[in-house]
Structures are given as C-alpha cells and as structure tokens.
C-alpha cells in the first residue's frame, strides 16, 4: 500500500511538473512575440538615446509571469542566473527552482510515506532540493577550470597577432574562431560587443565579469593600464602568460605537498559509509535498528549532518589558493 501510495504520488507530481513546463512555453513564447514588438516601436521613435554596457538580452528569470515576478524581488536571483551563466547552461532561473521544489516535496513525500518520520523525511529532502543547485555549480567549476587552463594559450594568441601587425579586436576574433570552447564562446562575445560600438573598457570589464577569475582580473587591468599608459602590447601579453603559467606552477606543487591531506580528507570521509555498508553486509540485524528505530533515525539524519559538516570543513582546511 505505501509503494502504491509513493507511485501515485510520482504519477501526480510528474503531470503537475508537465503542465507547468506547457504553461511556461506558451508564456515563453508570448514574451518573445512581445519582445520583438516593444523592440521595433523603439527603434521607430525618436527618444533620446540612453547609454547601456551590455548587448540586448533575455532578462526574463522565469516564463511564468507570477514566478518571474516573485524572483525578481530577490537579489540570489540575479546571482543565480550569472551561475547558470558561467556554467555554460541554457535553462532559466525560474525553471531551476521549479525543479528544486518539485525534488524536494517528491523526496520528502516518498520517505514520509515509506518510513513515517518527518525528521528523516526532511534531512534526505533537502539536498535532493539541491541537487540542481549543485549541478548548476559543478558545471560552473569544470568550466571555469577548462577557461583557465586555456587561458595563457589565448594571451600567446593575442601577442603573436599583435606583433604580426593585426589590431586587438582582430586579435580577439582570432580567438574567438582558432580556439576551442569555452574560451572561444566568451570571446567571441567580447568581440561582437565590441563590434556593436562598446567601449573597450566596459567590453573587458563585462568579461572580467562573466568569468570571475583572477587571471581574467589580472588581464583586464594590464589592457586597462596599457590603454591609459601606453607601452609595448605585446610584451605585456607576454610577461602576463609567463605570471599566469608560473601560478599554474606553484598551484601544482602545492597540490602535490597537500596530497596526504586529501588523502586523508577522503578516507575519513567514506570511513563512516564503509563501515556502515560493510556491517549492513555482515550482520544486518545489528544495523538494523537504526532502520527501524525512530530513534536510531534520528542518530542517522544527525550523524549524516555531521558528516556533511566535517566533509566542508575538510575540504576548506586541504584547500589552498595560490
């Protein structure tokens, strides 16, 4: 009976998650067509121009009106959309949130229905709600790290195209075209701002932006100086490649010293599963009331929550900047 509960549960849920989708598509399309309409009645008036740093985009947080106005009075929103942004994903804010929710109400019903303890129910519910979340960040990592590590082969590029006699901007197009993503697709932005009459500055600021890296920063500022300053481009370019690649130098030595600190992270990290499995594998009936019990349920939602601490706390000791 409670699996036949869970499965109607799922099957309720899952339609409700469906209209929700088909709604928003519709709305979705109803804001592009009034989009494109207030973009024409503009572009027929004769107002006074109004200065604006970045390229015409979507702003939209959610294709359903009422969530994208619930959204808007946040400011998390706003950080949320740059995540999904920089994590290279093509999904609206509104629609992560709907997805969080949905998890976390469909994970707290099927452990209620199954072991009755709302404690429980809700110690599992929420990082099933924040599943997406950290998705959304695990992406944003990878490609942060994939961008870095391209990073100094896109500053040689820019210098051997300047000292070949090419400007900057035909430098960032060479870019944009000759290297792989996600280097390629952020440059290829920068360019087309450019191309559009940005100025310089605020093109390199948008992109120290979109890429919150030091190394990004570090470029940006050295463009900035030079453009004030002036001075040889193309040594400059050179001499940051050579300070970028030797960070990336000392960045593995310490990776390498702190391995036994990592190491050690991690064992003592899966040493509480493993025992856990191995003794459910052994002798299941002397694990088993912390299953049955509703009191070893709540020693097992209170040690999972410090295990989750201990783990951060961990990983923020073994993790050194450089």
Known sequence: MPSLFAVLTFLV????????????GGAWQGNIIRGRLEAIEKGTSYSKPTLNVGLIRDELLSSIPLLNRFLLRWTWSARLRNSIAQAGLRVRPGKL????????ALTLEIVQVLYGNLLLSA???????????????????RRLRAFEREFPEVIDLLSR???AGHSFTTGLEIVATDLPEPVAGEFRVTFDEQRFGLPLRDVLLNLST?????DVRLFVIALLVQKETGGN?????????????????????VRVRT??????AAILIALPLAMLAL??????????????????QYMLATAASLQVIGAALLWWIVRIKV
């Open 233 to 253: 481009l193309a040594e400059i370019l050179n001499n940051l490649a050579h300070v970028i690649r030797e960070r990336f130098r000392i960045a593995g030595e």
């Open 97 to 104: 949130v709907l997805m969080c929710a949905v998890l976390g």
């Open 161 to 163: 195209s300047v000292r």
């Open 123 to 141: 110690v599992l519910a929420i990082p099933a709600a924040l599943s997406p979340v950290g998705y959304v960040a695990l992406k944003r990592l």
């Open 210 to 214: 979109r890429v919150p890296l030091i």
């Open 279 to 296: 003794m459910r594998g052994i002798n299941p009936d002397y694990v088993k009331l912390l299953f049955v019990d509703r009191w070893g």
């Open 13 to 24: 849920v899952a339609t409700v998650g469906v209209l929700i989708l088909l709604l928003a």
């Open 259 to 264: 391995a036994q600190g990592r190491l050690t």
